[in-house]
């Protein structure tokens, strides 16, 4: 949408909340089919104290982290726009440019935030739609054997779509979710009305009680409590497509609203028949209306998947742009949807992860002893991202930001010490797979710089080399020649092999060097910084930001020197493809080197990734010992 168009051609407000409803909310949205449930599978009574104790937990802890931490404070903590941990990572390191080793701290905790966000990327799809599937046992008897193979169906399926884009679904997404939550709204209310005596779970004394009348379960039955919060860290990652105005105005006129009226018809039922606590939220909807409630429930556990399953993606883009992870082939499957992408790595192994999840846990249940300890832990570490932007970049008086930050880490400390002994019973596959997840990317980024150092050795200054040209010119041929180079002062290997092997040189050198910056986006007016060097000889650097597509030809189109010329069929490009050698030099553990040589060999090569032409590119190789 250029700024030039109609103001009747942007989306409404009305337009936005209803879209936002449903890509942003629907993993939150879709807790109350087993939040309830799980808790008082942890023991505790379903009596008068238990199940307004557990609601007042449930109904303040959705106020106090959602409403309070990421509507009105995370939100603000926007990078030009973007949300998300890679995001606020950038930014919180922009923040700390004073304090290197600060920054060093901040880079390690964001990436781990960012590894867990994948772990929790896994559970999600496996638990929502399971629970939604298992509604099906009350309508139908013997019907528990069908219920992990229906799951896996509905799972595969999505995976499967990924790749022809989710655009037309996309469309149903928000009349869908607007349906779920006003439904979820109708259904607690006929559940209050028939027990209003549930709205004392309003009054925080309860939740205060709770903690006291259970001194042993208090901290521990927040490990359960803490689904009611899955998805809160969505209201952050997808703040870049909508803003922050329409995702606040959803949460707090729509889905908030809700939510509580669910839980609270569903405490109220509770109250009435303690009985229903194994399944409150199904034994709720009247009987006539189950089936239609199953099948509106699979509908929108398969949103609130998507809505996963495309920030995983996002999330991945901006790390290869950042240079955190190899890169991959990014498919766009929009022409006018810059964020609608698919990454088909990443969906594979997500695929792969949540089909074992189902297999191996085989009900909403047992998944639910392993969720937690991946968003809990995503959770604390966005707190204190934050906590650095808050104090060092937007500089708020202390007495105003270090009792709110030590609230917020308070809260999300005891959420994540709930969970951790979920770590025995389950939780570890999502940590282990973010540890995994963080040996890769931090051996990747290290890798990388080793590889930068060790080229730049024995690297030509550019100044030598222009001066050795100008005594003993060499051949030139027609055309312009781009050497791709990530040294921005010395002469690119690729060059010199070129040089050496062919004895010639093009009758223009542009030695080329991509930037990714710490912004999502840069101005088309900043995108390209031109250098002349004299003997047809130009340094050009290309701006873009982390979730931009650095499509290369597009970029140099934009540059305008005299002289200078990128005509498609008189443009040649050079790439200098490196083969690390592991040897007992200083840099990484062994074994380190080892995974980063298979990683880089396995990479997305820069011909794809920058969009150059397959008939135009050369590859040069280089061996670099690490």
């Not at 909403?364 to 570490?381: F, N």
């Not at 991509?514 to 250098?531: C, F, I, M, N, W």
């Amino acid at each position: 949408m250029h700024p030039s168009n109609t103001s009747a051609a942007k989306p409404s407000a009305l337009a936005l909340l209803v879209a936002a409803t449903g890509v942003v909310y629907g993993d939150i949205g879709t807790s109350p089919l087993y939040t309830l449930k799980e808790v008082f599978n942890y023991g505790v009574a379903p009596n008068h104290e238990g199940v307004l104790g557990i609601l007042s937990l449930i109904i303040w802890s959705l106020i106090w982290v959602v409403s309070v931490k990421y509507v009105l404070f995370i939100l603000r903590a926007d990078n030009d726009g973007e949300g998300g941990v890679m995001a606020l990572t950038s930014l919180a390191q922009r923040a700390a440019r004073n304090h290197p080793r600060l920054r060093k701290v901040l880079l390690l905790i964001g990436l781990f935030g960012a590894a867990l966000f994948f772990g929790d990327s896994m559970i999600t799809p496996a638990i929502s739609v399971l629970s939604a599937v298992e509604g099906l046992q009350i309508a139908f008897d013997g019907i528990e054997n069908w219920v992990v193979p229906l799951a896996l169906v509905i799972l595969v399926s999505l995976f499967l779509i990924q790749k022809h884009g989710t655009a037309r679904l996309g469309i149903l997404f928000g009349p869908v979710m607007l349906l779920w939550f006003s439904v979820l709204a109708l259904l607690g209310i006929h559940g209050i009305s028939q027990y209003p005596e549930v709205l004392k779970a309003l009054n925080p004394y309860w939740c205060i009680h709770f903690f006291i009348a259970h001194p042993g379960i208090g901290v521990a039955i927040l490990g359960a409590v803490v689904l009611a919060l899955t998805g809160a860290e969505a209201l952050y990652a997808d703040m870049g497509h909508f803003g922050r105005k329409p995702i606040a105005r959803a949460w707090f006129f729509l889905v908030l609203p809700g939510l509580l009226l669910n839980y609270l018809g569903q405490g109220a039922l509770i109250l009435a028949n303690p009985a229903a606590a194994h399944n409150p939220f199904f034994l709720l909807t009247p009987g006539w209306a189950l089936l239609p409630m199953v099948a509106l429930s699979t509908l929108a556990t398969v949103i609130a998947s998507q809505a996963v399953i495309s920030g995983a993606f996002s999330l991945t883009q901006q790390a290869i742009q950042l240079g955190y992870i190899p890169r991959m082939f990014i498919q766009h499957t929009s022409d006018t949807e810059q964020g609608q992408i698919y990454i088909g790595t990443v969906n594979w192994m997500l695929m792969i992860g949540v089909v074992l999840l189902v297999l191996g846990f085989g009900s909403s249940s047992a998944l639910a002893s392993a969720y937690g300890v991946a968003v809990t832990g995503t959770m604390l570490i966005t707190t204190l991202l934050a906590a650095a932007v808050m104090l060092l970049l937007w500089n708020l008086p202390k007495w105003l930001s270090v009792p709110i930050l030590g609230g917020f880490l308070l809260v999300d400390s005891l959420f994540f010490i709930a969970n951790l002994p979920k770590v025995l019973a389950g939780g570890a596959f999502p940590l282990v797979a973010g540890i995994v997840l963080f040996l890769l990317m931090t051996t990747w980024k290290r890798g990388k710089e080793i590889v930068f150092e060790r080229l730049g050795e024995n690297a030509l200054p550019l100044s030598v080399f222009s001066d050795s040209i100008s005594r003993q010119p060499p051949h030139r041929v027609k055309g312009t020649a781009v050497f791709l180079t990530a040294r921005s002062d010395t002469v690119p290997h690729a060059l010199l092999h070129n040089l050496l092997h062919n004895q010639v040189l093009h009758e223009k050198v542009v030695l080329l060097t991509v930037v990714s910056e710490d912004t999502p986006r840069v101005a088309l007016s900043k995108r390209v910084e031109v250098q002349e060097h004299g003997e047809d000889f130009y340094r050009v650097v290309l701006h873009f930001g982390f979730i931009e597509r650095p499509d290369v030809p597009e970029a140099l189109s934009q540059c305008h020197v005299e002289g200078l010329s990128f005509e498609p069929m008189h443009t040649t490009y050079f790439l200098s493809r490196e083969t690390v050698v592991s040897t007992r030099r200083i840099g990484m553990a062994r074994w380190r080197e080892v995974l980063f040589a298979f990683m880089l060999k396995n990479a997305n090569s820069s011909l794809r990734f920058f969009n150059l032409p397959l008939n135009r590119v050369i590859e040069l190789g280089t061996q670099v010992e690490i």
